[in-house]
């Protein structure tokens, strides 16, 4: 177990519909990053926020924002889906915003677009 | 542009085998390289670091893994596999400078183990 918190577990929604994940990080951790992993795309990175504020972008669609709370926690937002956002979310945090302070990752929100 | 390369998408070893991961990068700049775990439906755990200094560094799990700059690669090891190491392995570059801290990953090797 990582520490870090993702919900929901699976999520089936239809084309064109709008879905937020939800993402606790482990406690003390002020760093969390957004990540897809699919099938064509491998595992990319979305977003990186830091202490509330966004810190570097990687991928991420214009249908997809993200947020972190004062209390840390963050959620993803995807809307207007397409067949193709169908994926597994990742989570990950850590302590700072360096590479070198270790990702902790989350155990994935699996989204499934019909 | 940054980039990873897993050569390996499949490898299969025997119960008690030694194991080798290969891995690839093409950055410019100073890199953090990473080897990563992915156990069937869970999320992704890190074995060992490489961020500077000696070329071999000790991982956990019995793991560990040379650098070669000069081939621009990392390559993992493990001297016997046991069959709960049967996961996919991904490899990761990040920038060693503050300020860009995104994660670029291979696009992973399977690991299969035969009793």
């Known amino acids: 177990d990582s520490g870090v918190t993702q919900t929901p577990k699976h999520l089936i929604t239809a084309t064109g519909q709008r879905v937020t994940l939800r993402c606790s990080p482990r406690s003390g951790d002020l760093s969390v990053y957004w990540y897809q992993q699919s099938l064509d795309q491998g595992l990319q990175f979305l977003i990186q926020y830091y202490n509330g504020e966004e810190r570097a972008k990687g991928n991420i669609l214009e249908r997809f924002s993200a947020q972190q709370f004062p209390d840390l926690h963050s959620e993803l937002n995807l809307s207007s889906l397409e067949l193709g956002d169908s994926a597994l979310y990742f989570c990950?945090?850590?302590?700072?915003?360096?590479?070198?302070?270790?990702?902790?990752f989350g155990p994935g929100t699996r989204l499934t677009v019909l | 542009a940054q980039s990873v390369t897993q050569p390996d998408i499949h490898i299969t070893v025997s119960e008690g085998a030694s194991l080798e991961l290969r891995c690839n990068y093409s950055y410019g700049a100073t890199p953090y390289l990473f080897w990563y775990v992915q156990s069937p439906g869970q999320g992704l755990q890190l074995l060992l670091k490489y961020f500077s200094g000696d070329t071999l560094v000790q991982g956990i799990k019995g793991f560990e893994a040379e650098f070669k700059r000069s081939q621009s690669s990392i390559t993992q090891r493990k001297p016997s596999v046991h069959w709960s190491d049967a996961a996919e392995y991904f490899c990761?570059?990040?920038?060693?400078?503050?300020?860009?801290?995104?994660?670029?990953f291979g696009t992973g090797t399977r690991l299969t183990i035969i009793p």
């Open positions: 990950a945090s850590s302590v700072e915003s360096s590479n070198r302070n270790e990702q902790f």
């Open positions: 990761a570059v990040g920038r060693a400078n503050f300020g860009n801290e995104k994660l670029t």
